[in-house]
C-alpha cells in the first residue's frame, strides 16, 4: 500500500538558519506532490506544488524539491523566522486520484 | 483566507445523538472533501464529492454520511454519534477542472467530542 514517511520527531532550528524536511514515499508514483502548512486548530494551507518533471521549485523563502528515483521531496525554508513554526505536511498525489494522501507531517520549532 | 466555512467550530454532544457538521464554500468549486484527524495524526479522506449529486467514499471508512444537493454546500451527518467519532473534521474544496494540480482550499475545521 501507499506509505508516506515525513520526519518523526519535531525539528527544532535557530532563527536564520534553514530549514530541510524530508518526505519519502513508497509504492507510489505521484505526478506532483504538493506542501501544506497546518498551524494548530486550523486546517491547511496550501504552499507549493511540484510536478513530476520538476527537479525544483521556488516561492520567496520556500524551496521544494522532487526526486522521483529517490521517491524523496525536500522542502525547505531559508532564512527561518518564528512564525515559520507549525506541522508541514506532504502529499503526493497519484494521476486520475480524488482527495489527497497526507503524511502525517513534520512539526518545525524555530527558535528566536 | 480560503473562502470555506465549518459550523460548529467545536461540538460536544452525548452519545446517541445526531449531529450534522456543516461546510460552505464560495469559490464556486465542484471538488469538495471530508477528512479526518486525531491529534498528532495524518489527515484521512473519509467522504469527496465531484458535483452535486455526486457522492463517494473516501480511503477510510466512516460511519457517517455526506450531501452534494447545492454546490456551495456539503453536510456531513452522523445518525448515532459514538465516542469513537471524537476527532477533528476537515472539510476542503478544489476547482476540479481538468488539467489542474487539484489544490486543495481547507476550512477551519470542527473539533467533535462524543461524550
Known amino acids: 500500500s501507499q506509505k508516506i514517511e515525513q520526519n518523526s520527531e519535531a525539528l527544532n532550528i535557530q532563527e536564520g538558519k534553514t530549514a530541510t524536511l524530508t518526505c519519502n514515499y513508497t509504492n507510489y508514483s505521484p505526478a506532483y506532490l504538493q506542501w501544506y502548512r497546518q498551524d494548530p486548530g486550523r486546517g491547511p494551507v496550501f504552499l507549493l506544488l511540484?510536478?513530476?518533471?520538476?527537479k525544483e521549485k521556488r516561492k520567496e523563502r520556500l524551496k521544494v524539491t522532487f526526486d522521483t528515483t529517490l521517491k524523496q521531496s525536500l522542502f525547505h525554508i531559508t532564512a527561518s523566522q518564528p512564525a515559520d513554526s507549525a506541522t508541514y505536511l506532504c502529499?503526493?498525489?497519484?494521476?486520475?486520484?480524488?482527495?489527497?494522501?497526507f503524511g502525517k507531517g513534520t512539526h518545525l520549532i524555530i527558535q528566536p | 483566507e480560503a473562502d470555506i466555512y465549518q459550523t460548529p467550530r467545536y461540538l460536544v454532544i452525548g452519545t446517541g445523538k445526531k449531529i450534522t457538521l456543516e461546510c460552505s464554500q464560495t469559490?464556486?468549486?465542484?471538488?469538495m472533501y471530508w477528512y479526518q484527524q486525531d491529534p498528532g495524526m495524518e489527515l484521512h479522506l473519509i467522504h469527496y464529492s465531484y458535483g452535486v449529486n455526486s457522492t463517494e467514499k473516501g480511503d477510510l471508512s466512516s460511519e457517517s454520511t455526506v450531501s452534494r444537493i447545492r454546490t456551495e454546500h456539503f453536510p456531513l451527518t452522523l445518525e448515532s454519534a459514538r465516542p469513537s467519532h471524537t476527532s477533528q473534521y476537515l472539510c476542503a474544496s478544489s476547482d476540479g477542472l481538468l488539467g489542474s494540480y487539484n489544490e486543495q482550499f481547507f476550512g477551519p475545521g470542527t473539533r467533535l467530542t462524543v461524550l
Open positions: 469559490m464556486g468549486h465542484d471538488k
Open positions: 511540484i510536478r513530476e518533471n520538476e
Open positions: 502529499a503526493p498525489r497519484g494521476p486520475g486520484a480524488d482527495g489527497l494522501t
